[in-house]
């Protein structure tokens, strides 16, 4: 039993990590897209890179904060039924949508991702427009991370799902807040 | 290999006689263009429907616009995994991946359509483009010509080189490789969001095609200027065929294929020039106010000369750029030489009625 | 016929519970590869890709975190509960200024996410607080939120001029009318139901200690820093300084910058609304991947074909095909993105419109009011699902299907006033 809250705390940091990274990444793309308009109109000077880099950030935001949102249960449900389970019931829910669902559709945009970043990569593809930036490889390289760490999250879901199950903890006390969620 | 109409009619007319069902080939084809789109997504079309007849319905067409697969300049990979057995595209979009593609759509200052045609299939174009493409598992063929495109939509006139100095612009690609080096600040904008961005004064200028598909963006009436082409002279689409699907094929359905692709991109070229005609007199018409200008010599000039200066770069490294450039360089000349005493005369000549 | 089942198990899954985005993913996934192999997949990271080079949609994460600024520092909550205060005895205030707030926000972007997400953390709070019937609380900022779409500039205008010939610039012009038309009729309506049921919408009471001069001086202190940043925000879009999607930057460096000014700003601050806003985000895009994944089942196991085959069936008069036509565009609204029924079922519709002597410009109106509408139409209308993903847990999924409800039926009313009385919008019908 005691492994089992060992791996799910590791599943945890995991994307609790992801949930860092896509932070900075934010406060990064906030500041470049300021950054470029005041570049714009003040100096009248622009850089294509950086424009890119802003799409770039942006993608970094979306995909990673997908698994940590979903560590914190921050995806939308619709809770017409689902608030009036028990927390078994839930737990069982969640560990079929797991399974059936998020693992084998994080499996296959993994699988096919990598395909589509080595692409990228024997090409050596970078920006087609003047000053653009090269190794698109690396944008390209956060689709199957994404699907990594999400997978990783939808293994959470189930070791937080067993904690409730087999060792009668709480929903509420398991999603608390931004904490163990 | 540039393929003569016509092909091997011997081996088709042996096999004829067999009675067997003929066996049908679906090709998957992807386009870079959304659903319905006018004149571009044509081509794809036409192509499609006089293959389906010369083959007797032994080649079929599944055609998928953007509006389907979702990533318009994701064509190249799709069509050289497999995943589609064709695409409909325009060869400068792959330039970030494999910068030899560039070569095949239009250069700055280069070739005009007819010209261009006659590089393609009889002054060693389809060789050197195959000879970039073949290495990718992909043939390339020319998939239709916009004929000249137009140098975009100003909100000033651009008089000078200093009118260049820090003008925003929205024009992609080695267009704008060579107009930055004009200090012109080259921008992103999505497709969305140009209109307001023009009509606000975000942006000062921008490129699109021209009257063709112009008129439905409503450019003209927040920009005046109207400036004639230098960087498009002829836009040339490209059909992508996965190679590997190529070599499956028997040898008639090949050439039936080869010769529809051939067809339908010479009928894209007079389709465009057709509506870009009927599209420029109407505007001529409703909107007067539109003013059509040609950029000073001195603006010209420079232009050419950055032009120049970056084909130059791209030569040095590398020797297939420098094999393709050296060709087009060459037959341009001796090509130019004839347009300037025939259709150039002609049309300099011709008393205007 | 697989399309159809598809939507069927994907409803019956969401009622499960389990996070929308994965349901739609996972449906997709069995049906696709089903009847189409693995290979289908093989699409997934070409469309995903496709949004992350879509910069429209950074106006997303940037206006959440703007609204989570706002938030967070009281500023939103000052601002609404003064505008409420300055409705004096007149009930629905809040709600008032909230549709206000939304209105002005529309005309900067035409994302319906970032709205919806944005209004849902500005007022949200504040209209629970005062005790508002969670129903007309959300349905309120739903439709806030979804006004982007008819007030220009819109996405969705630019594509219809696009499908349709139209200069851009004409249909930004004819959708002001409507829009405005559709921002009053929201308001009186709130002024009638909360005259009519005072508890959905208690008037907020008057602080007795201050006497009207006081509350009007604490009431404009409350409203300017705010109401300059939005100015802010929308002044550089109209002086051309930023692009719409680069002006909600502004709004969220803005939004910091009045922080500081107010001695709210904290690095802590800064941190929070930044992790809240990728959460949200993230919640967003989710569903945004999911439902790409959910069109690449349909579209690829014919479900395309099916639907252009539908509208292939309208009659060729032109009350019977108008009417037909704008059901049908409900309908499918439901069920598909706007952006396929622009691009596929429009160019349909457009030829017979043309035959039949319908002016072109109205007829894209008429559609745009119609495709807002689908952003809020239960089951699927995401907005519906950004809003239940930002509501505190109390509100739940069936109040706001119930809460958008009167929202709708006004907009199916506007939608038949331009058909019925085109004059009174500014538009002509045709012959
Ligand atoms: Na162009
Ligand atoms: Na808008």
């Known amino acids: 039993m005691r492994i089992l809250v060992v791996l799910d705390k590791l599943f945890e940091r995991a994307s609790a990590l992801c949930g860092v990274l ?13 950054y470029d308009v005041i570049a714009r109109y003040v100096f009248n000077s622009v850089s294509i890179g950086m424009q890119e880099l802003e799409w770039h950030l942006f993608s970094a935001v979306f ?13 939308v449900r619709v809770d017409i039924f689902y608030d009036r389970w028990t927390d078994r019931g839930k737990a069982w829910i969640n560990i079929f949508g797991a399974l059936v669902f998020l693992l084998p559709f994080s499996a296959l945009i993994y699988w096919y991702g990598t395909g589509f970043v080595h692409e990228a990569w024997v090409l050596n593809e970078s920006s087609g427009d003047p000053g653009g930036l090269p190794y698109r490889f690396i944008v390209k390289a956060l689709i199957p991370t994404s699907a990594v760490f999400t997978a990783i999250s939808g293994l959470g879901m189930i070791t937080q799902a067993l904690r409730v199950l087999l060792l009668g903890e709480k929903y509420a006390h398991v999603n608390h807040q931004e904490g163990l969620a | 290999n540039s393929g003569t109409p016509g092909g091997d009619t011997a081996t088709a007319a042996k096999e004829a006689p067999k009675a067997e069902p003929a066996k049908v080939y679906t090709l998957k084809v992807a386009e870079t263009w959304p659903a319905n789109f006018p004149i571009f997504g044509d081509a794809v079309n036409n192509m499609a429907a006089m293959a389906e007849k010369m083959s007797n319905g032994r080649l079929k067409f599944v055609i998928d616009t953007s509006n389907k697969h979702k990533s318009p300049f994701g064509v190249f990979d799709m069509v050289k995994s497999g995943q589609y057995d064709m695409g409909h595209s325009a060869s400068y979009y792959w330039k970030g991946k494999v910068p030899n593609t560039l070569y095949f759509t239009t250069m700055p200052f280069g070739m005009i359509a007819s010209e261009q045609y006659a590089w393609f299939y009889y002054g060693g174009g389809m060789e050197l483009m195959q000879k970039v493409y073949e290495p990718l598992g992909l043939l390339s063929f020319p998939g239709g010509n916009t004929g000249n495109q137009m140098g975009g939509w100003f909100r000033k006139e651009i008089k000078s080189l200093d009118d260049l100095q820090g003008l925003k612009m929205r024009i992609p690609g080695f267009a704008g490789e060579v107009m930055s080096k004009l200090g012109v600040s080259v921008t992103n904008i999505p497709a969305g969001e140009l209109y307001t961005a023009l009509e606000r004064g975000t942006i000062d200028a921008l490129e699109w095609v021209g009257p063709s598909l112009d008129l439905r963006m409503g450019f003209h009436k927040i920009a005046p200027y109207y400036y004639t082409g230098w960087h498009e002279p002829a836009t040339e689409l490209q059909f992508l065929v996965n190679k590997k699907k190529w070599d499956s094929l028997p040898e008639d359905l090949r050439e039936i294929l080869r010769v529809a692709m051939r067809t339908a991109a010479y009928d894209m070229y007079s389709q465009s020039q057709y509506e870009s005609a009927k599209n420029w007199s109407t505007i001529q018409v409703e909107y007067p106010d539109i003013k059509v200008k040609t950029f000073p010599k001195e603006v010209l000039e420079a232009l050419y000369k950055a032009n120049q200066e970056l084909l130059e770069a791209k ?24 347009t300037e005493i025939s259709d150039q005369a002609y049309l300099n000549s011709m008393p205007r009625g | 016929m697989i399309g159809i089942i598809m939507f069927a198990v994907a409803l019956l899954m969401l009622l499960c519970g389990f996070p929308v985005a994965f349901v739609f993913g996972g449906v997709a996934l069995i049906f696709g590869v089903f009847s189409q192999g693995f290979d289908l997949f093989a699409f997934m990271p070409f469309r995903i890709y496709s949004i992350m080079t879509n910069t429209i949609l950074m106006a997303i994460p940037l206006f959440i975190f703007m609204g989570l600024v706002l938030q967070k520092t009281k500023m939103a909550e000052q601002l609404l509960e003064s505008m409420g205060r300055l409705f004096g005895g007149v009930r629905g205030g809040l709600a008032i200024s909230t549709i206000l707030v939304g209105a002005l926000l529309a005309a900067s972007t035409g994302v319906v996410g970032a709205s919806v997400v944005a209004m ?21 900022i739903c439709a806030a939120g979804t006004l982007g779409q008819i007030i220009p500039p819109s996405i969705i205008l630019i594509i219809l001029g696009d499908v349709l010939g139209l200069p851009v610039g004409d249909l930004f012009k004819a959708a002001v009318w409507p829009g405005l038309i559709l921002v009053g009729l929201y308001i009186a309506y709130i002024l009638l139901i909360s005259f009519l049921k005072p508890d959905l919408a208690p008037a907020i009471p008057a602080d007795a200690s201050e006497s009207r001069s006081q509350t009007l001086m604490k009431a404009v202190k409350a409203i300017l820093p705010p109401l300059a940043l939005i100015l802010v925000v929308l002044g550089s879009i109209f002086t051309g300084v930023a692009t719409p999607t680069e002006s909600s930057a502004l709004g969220g460096v803005g939004a910091l910058i009045l ?25 967003v895009f989710a569903i945004l991947l999911g439902a790409t994944a959910f069109s690449m089942a349909f579209t690829y196991t014919g479900g395309d074909a099916l639907v252009e085959h539908w509208m292939l069936q309208l009659p060729g008069e032109k009350w019977g095909f108008l009417i037909l036509s704008m059901i049908m565009i409900l309908i499918l609204g439901f069920f598909i993105d706007f952006v396929e029924i622009a691009f596929i079922i429009v160019p349909i519709l457009a030829p017979i419109a043309e035959k039949l002597g319908i002016d072109m410009l ?70």
Not at chain 3, 391 to 415: E, K, N, S
């Open chain 3, 120 to 140: 849902g953390l500005i007022s949200l709070p504040v209209m629970l607080k005062f005790g508002y019937s969670k129903e007309l609380a959300t349905g309120t």
């Open chain 2, 315 to 338: 030569a040095k490294e590398d020797p297939l750029a420098a094999e393709i450039l050296d060709s087009q360089k060459k037959f341009l000349w001796k090509a130019r030489r004839w």
């Open chain 3, 362 to 431: 109205w007829f894209a109106i008429l559609i745009a009011m119609n495709l807002q509408t689908s952003f809020l139409t239960p089951p699927f209308g995401f907005s519906l699902f950004y809003l239940k993903g930002v509501a505190p847990p109390q509100v739940r999924t069936l109040d706001i299907y119930r809460g958008v409800m009167p929202f709708i039926a006004l907009q199916v009313l506007v939608l038949a006033a331009i058909l019925v009385i085109p004059g009174l919008f500014g538009l002509t019908s045709g012959q």
């Open chain 1, 63 to 75: 995909l990673l904060g997908i698994p940590y949102a979903l560590r914190v249960d921050g995806h």
């Open chain 3, 259 to 283: 922080a500081v000014a107010y001695r709210q700003f904290s690095w802590k601050m800064v941190q929070e609304s930044a992790r809240e806003t990728v959460k949200i985000t993230a919640m």
């Open chain 1, 22 to 34: 896509a932070s900075a990444a934010f406060v990064l793309m906030l500041l470049n897209v300021f």
